[in-house]
């Protein structure tokens, strides 16, 4: 992978105990403060962003054509550059016919994209960074590490020990102080710089406008004292018309750093007067380059294509649980974090996106925040897909992928198989060969499998006409079969009619490994095993949220949108979201125990997330008269399969994910945790040693007046 | 009328949020005694001003220099004078054009950039607002920023709150480059009861 040891910069990055504390800290305040400042938007206004970012992008050639006609009109200079090495030529060229030695540039990620400043440096111009955060990255001689908090690796101490290092001026680990020495530092340069370079958040195609954001003030005075202008703008930024710009510009700040608005929007369409340092106005030149460097190729491509859309918000960082320990220098190649992953692909190739690209953990979390609702998880798959196909996949990916007929296996020969999976030498042959941690303990097969389990069970009631087709997924099939038993019998206490059709496991870690074709297969099959059902009037629920996500939204990702793939994904339910409406809608019997005075702990699993935002678990232990405390760190970091692989490829960054909400529930003083899906369970009991169940398991006992664990 | 107080209301709430201040004003003599009051509590030795309506301009003015403080109207200035007096003023009064109630933004266009630098180089902005200019939501912006956009050209600069940072560990710093307090003064008519 282009000489990049994944596994080292881990190891590394895992040490920086200071760093991942700030992150983790940033992130978490981050996130909260974006969802506050989201919450006013309802699914339908979300929905139209989307489609604006859609319509954006197929008028795209109409739009550049009336972009390129405006900007000319206004006595523009404008450039369309193919690749970033012509972007580089057309600023350099600028800059050197008209004598600038001092250039100024406000954040922009596009520039960094092109790598211009090296090649600027290189020229023999003087090239400043004026907003805060890429001043401090450009003194550290680093990268940004965050899309919009460019700086937020490094500690208000190191910042001063950086500015003491470099520039010999001792200050106080205060921003305020530093914010103060920076304002005067830099306020020289604006005032004597020749040429202001910006990207741009948006252009507008009807009146030719550049419209910059920033909450400094550095953008304005960029693009209003030096005597040239040149803004470099991805060719996806272009929206036709005032109504779009407005409604995208409207939420990018909300969902950015949680703010009603930027403190500054910029409009410009031309280069105006200013006045000039020797007396009198000068007339400002204004270019705008218009960046193609792999979009519009990827818009061609139809997984990729829907990065374009991305508004460069980065709510997605501050959710991603491998990027909140291991930052964007590691999670990252030029651009970072989880929509780091297919810009990479699109500006800077397969490989270099691959390098990092078997960070993600598939939890999903990016796609929830996005306010465009970006699917990264798919495009990261496919990233990993390609890179697989050209170069081979990972001999542990392949392993964990295909879990299932190991599963089988050590199902079919249980007692014996958990003995053996328990001794130490086996938990080292299962990391010698396969890549599984030591540290792991492997779950107890059942000696049965649910479907030998519920024999008998199944049986039709003539008078009902509820009816539901279980998909139970591997752990509940192998391991948990407790899980399953409830779930039918919570399910014909309620008077359904349950069938579990024949069924192989969802097939996500597949997905997650980038082994598309497998999961295809496992789709394909269960779909048209559910289709069967859901044909016949059948809803089809699942413990398990993955299964649910799965057959919602991989399965038509992965299979296109035919009608057995849409009818199946509508007729999907997680369990508790189905009961929730039952009981909505007064159907649910509700003669069981409560358990008042019990304490518990409850943890929402990622994929939950993305199929209800009522949390309904949350209301049925509130019903069994359960205390339960909600612990929101977002993911665990189990992440299905992947924590469990060995040392720095999964295992220990997994355990530092989990680090606070192991912490938490440590300190909470609860009697046992609960989550509905089974691999958290298994993260979670393995770092706290508490009891964890699923939440049908109280269900049932509730229905059966027993008392719980 | 009872919707126009509601707007001013939002405007003025979101504002204060945002750590800027407003003031609601009826008549020319009251800002210019506002202002000149505000001027001396500031410290200042130089306020230019540009935007502003051609009598009140001339009586702060006279209201100002009588402190014994500089006070300038950029287009009664020399050219030649324009940039250097940007650099040294201690506040920068401008006229805003519009104002959407529910951020808190002011919306001011700028015919060349000494108006535009005056709202970015002092440490202190103030923008005067007629209240009648408020509108209700971002996204009644559209139509009025297709007509200025496609027309003119004229910059717009949509400014809300003070220039701010959360750049070092998310801690929020107010005046990094742009200006470090900025006070709204909206002409015409106090909040009516209810």
């Given at each position: 992978m282009k000489g990049r040891n994944l596994i080292a910069e881990v190891s590394e990055a895992l040490k920086n105990k200071s760093q991942i504390e700030n992150l983790r800290t940033s992130m978490l305040c981050m996130r909260d403060k974006r969802d506050a400042a989201m919450a006013g938007y309802s699914e339908k206004e979300l929905a139209e962003l989307r489609n604006i970012r859609q319509a954006s992008l197929s008028s795209l050639n109409e739009s550049i054509k009336m972009l390129k006609d405006k900007l000319e009109e206004n006595g523009c200079g404008f450039y369309f550059a193919k690749t970033a090495k012509d972007a580089c030529e057309y600023v350099v060229n600028v800059a050197k016919t008209r004598g600038v030695k001092r250039i100024v540039k406000a954040k922009s990620m596009t520039t960094e994209e092109i790598e211009l400043n090296k090649r600027l440096v290189a020229e023999g111009f003087e090239v400043i960074e004026t907003d805060l955060g890429e001043w401090l990255v450009q003194l550290a001689g680093q990268k940004p590490s965050h899309l919009t908090a460019p700086a937020i690796h490094l500690s208000r101490y190191e910042i001063s020990k950086l500015i003491e290092d470099r520039l010999g001026v001792r200050l106080p680990a205060d921003?305020?102080?530093?914010?103060?020495?920076?304002?005067?530092?830099?306020?020289?340069?604006?005032?004597?710089?020749?040429?202001?370079?910006?990207?741009?958040?948006?252009?507008?195609?009807?009146?030719?406008?550049?419209?910059l954001v920033t909450n400094e003030g550095n953008g304005r005075l960029v693009t209003a004292l030096p005597r040239i202008h040149v803004a470099i703008v991805g060719v996806e930024?272009?929206?036709?018309?005032?109504?779009?710009?407005?409604?995208?510009?409207?939420?990018?700040?909300?969902?950015?750093?949680?703010?009603?608005?930027?403190?500054?929007v910029t409009i410009l369409n031309s280069g105006s007067e200013t006045p000039s340092l020797d007396g009198g106005f000068v007339e400002r030149e204004f270019h705008l380059v218009l960046l193609d460097n792999g979009r519009l190729s990827a818009l061609q491509d139809t997984v990729m294509s829907e990065a374009l859309k991305c508004i460069r918000c980065s709510a997605c960082f501050n959710v991603c649980p491998t990027y909140r320990v291991l930052g964007g220098h590691v999670f990252g190649y030029i651009y970072s974090g989880p929509t780091g992953i297919p810009w990479t692909y699109i500006s800077h190739g397969l490989e270099n996106a691959a390098s990092y690209a078997p960070l993600c953990i598939s939890c999903g979390l990016c796609r929830e925040t996005c306010p465009i609702g970006i699917d990264m998880p798919t495009m990261i798959s496919e990233i990993k897909r390609r890179y697989g196909e050209r170069n081979g996949y990972r001999w542990v990916d392949r392993r964990l992928a295909g879990y299932e007929s190991l599963v089988k296996l050590a199902s079919n020969t249980a007692p014996v198989s958990n003995f053996l999976l328990g001794t130490s030498m086996a938990k080292w042959i299962l990391e010698k060969l396969i890549g599984i941690d030591r540290r792991v303990n492997l779950p107890k097969f059942s000696g049965k499998t649910l479907r030998e389990l519920l024999d008998g069970v199944l049986v039709p009631r003539a008078e009902s006409d509820r009816k539901v087709a279980y998909f139970a997924d591997s752990m509940a099939y192998y391991i948990d079969v407790d899980v399953g038993l409830a779930t039918v019998n919570v399910l014909q206490k309620n008077g359904f009619n349950v069938v579990m059709p024949p069924q192989k496991g969802s097939g996500m870690p597949s997905f997650l490994y980038g082994l598309l074709d497998d999961a295809k297969k496992l789709a394909?099959?269960?779909?048209?095993?559910?289709?069967?059902?859901?044909?016949?009037?059948?809803?089809?629920?699942?413990a398990e949220p993955t299964a649910i996500y799965c057959l919602r939204f991989v399965y038509p990702k992965l299979l296109g949108t035919t009608k057995e793939v849409q009818e199946v994904a509508e007729r999907s339910y997680e369990l508790f979201g189905y009961l929730l409406r039952m009981l909505e809608s007064g159907m649910l019997d509700l003669s069981f125990k409560r358990y008042n005075g019990v304490k518990a702990v409850y943890h929402l699993p990622c994929h939950s997330r993305h199929l209800s935002k009522d949390r309904p678990v949350l209301k049925f232990l509130e019903m069994l008269g359960i205390d339960a405390e909600f612990i929101d760190y977002g993911c665990c970091g189990m992440g299905g399969t992947w924590g469990m692989k060995k040392g720095y490829e999964g295992y220990e960054i997994s355990k530092a994910i989990a680090e606070p909400l192991v912490m938490a529930i440590s300190k909470s003083g609860a009697d046992f945790v609960v989550t509905e899906c089974s691999l958290c369970k298994m993260q979670i009991e393995r770092f706290t040693g508490k009891k964890v169940v699923h939440p049908i398991l109280l269900l049932d006992k509730a229905y059966k007046g027993l008392p719980i664990p | 009328m009872k919707a126009d107080s509601d707007v001013l209301k939002r405007f003025i709430s979101e504002l204060e949020k945002l750590g800027a201040t407003a003031e609601l004003l009826e008549t020319r003599t009251q800002v210019v005694k506002h202002l000149s009051d505000f001027v001396r509590e500031k410290g200042a030795k130089m306020v230019l001003a540009y935007g502003l309506e051609r009598m009140l301009s001339s009586e702060l003015s006279k209201a100002i220099t009588s402190m014994g403080i500089s006070y300038f109207d950029i287009n009664d200035v020399d050219r030649r004078d324009l940039r250097k007096l940007l650099e040294r003023a201690d506040i920068g009064i401008t006229g805003a054009d519009l104002a959407v109630a529910e951020t808190g933004s002011l919306i001011i266009t700028s015919e060349n950039d000494a108006a535009r630098l005056l709202s970015c180089?002092?440490?202190?902005?103030?923008?005067?607002?007629?209240?009648?200019?408020?509108?209700?939501?971002?996204?009644?912006?559209?139509?009025w920023l297709r007509k200025m956009q496609g027309t003119s050209k004229r910059t717009v600069s949509v400014i809300t709150g003070p220039s701010r940072t959360a750049d070092i560990e998310l801690e929020i710093v107010l005046g990094v480059h742009g200006p470090c307090e900025l006070h709204v003064i909206i002409l015409g008519g106090a909040l009516s009861e209810g």
């Open positions: 921003p305020k102080e530093v914010t103060k020495f920076v304002r005067a530092f830099l306020r020289e340069k604006f005032l004597t710089a020749d040429m202001g370079i910006t990207g741009g958040n948006f252009v507008v195609a009807e009146t030719g406008s550049l419209v930024k272009l929206v036709r018309t005032w109504e779009d710009a407005l409604k995208i510009l409207n939420v990018l700040p909300k969902s950015a750093t949680g703010q009603n608005m930027a403190t500054y394909e099959y269960n779909v048209k095993q559910m289709y069967e059902y859901v044909s016949k009037g059948y809803d089809i629920v699942s | 180089l002092p440490p202190i902005h103030v923008a005067i607002l007629p209240r009648e200019n408020i509108l209700d939501s971002f996204l009644d912006l559209a139509e």
